[in-house]
């Protein structure tokens, strides 16, 4: 069974430099389900489209002309604007990313960085936007904040929670396609077997599904896709 088109992720840009701000539109836009709905050069800005448009995601730098992305993303919360904000920025002090980090933003990506990691962190929104609910049980909490919930669910031996959530995402940021291991391992960074063992697990703990390719000769192919 084909598996429901991705559901489009609406993007606002809040950077100053038009030239970074391009070159991250384009790479989001890679992804035909990604879709920049908007560009702010400023605090104010910032703070207009983001009532005006209600993004899914905010790409957020920290220095702006007329103030910190940081002090804009505090005001936020305080406000309850709880949309997935992504730091981009050349900013590293421990301050700001711990500051950051205090107030819930998804991912911090620091200059420069490469277009396969920004849609990780595309990636990364949408699997969260997955578990998604209005109420939350602790297990359902702990998918959200991708936390280990026991040891009963514990993580068998080789396969690391953090390797296994890029993997996921890798699946999501793929759907409606499967892929194969081989096609997981070069996106992430793993070799085919590692990317395998991830993916099997997935299989396992019902978080993917497996569909075999018949070609002409010779064993199917294993294919895996999310589970919608």
């Known amino acids: 069974m084909k598996a429901a088109k991705t559901a489009t992720v609406r993007v606002l840009l809040v950077e100053d430099d038009l030239r970074v701000a ?9 992804d035909p389900d990604v879709h920049v709905v908007g560009t702010a050069v400023n605090c104010a800005q910032a703070s207009e ?8 995601l905010v790409l957020l730098d920290v220095h702006l002309p007329d103030g910190s992305g940081a002090e804009l993303l505090r005001g936020w919360r305080a406000a309850g604007q709880w949309v997935d904000v ?15 980090l205090a107030y819930g933003v998804l991912d911090y990506l620091i200059k ?3 277009g396969s990691r920004l849609a990780e962190a595309v990636a990364r929104h949408r699997l969260r936007a997955r578990l998604t609910q209005d109420t939350f049980n602790q ?9 280990q919930a026991s040891e009963e669910a514990a993580l068998p ?10 993997v996921a995402a890798c699946l999501i940021q793929a759907l409606p396609e499967p892929l194969s291991a081989e096609d997981v391992g070069t996106r992430v960074g793993l070799s085919r077997v590692t990317a ?5 697990f997935l299989v396992k703990s ?3 599904e497996l569909a075999h390719l018949y070609g002409a000769a010779g064993r199917p192919a294993k294919l895996y896709r999310a589970r919608e």
């Open 22 to 30: 391009r070159v991250n539109r384009e790479w989001l836009e890679r």
């Open 139 to 147: 297990a359902a909490l702990d998918r959200f904040r991708g936390v």
């Open 196 to 200: 395998w063992r991830y993916l099997e």
């Open 86 to 100: 992504v730091m981009v920025t050349a900013a590293g002090d421990e301050a700001t990313v711990r500051g950051s």
């Open 206 to 208: 019902g978080q993917a």
């Open 157 to 166: 031996k080789g396969v690391d929670v953090h390797t296994l959530e890029r």
């Open 49 to 56: 489209l983001l009532r005006a448009l209600t993004p899914d």
């Open 112 to 114: 420069p960085f490469g």
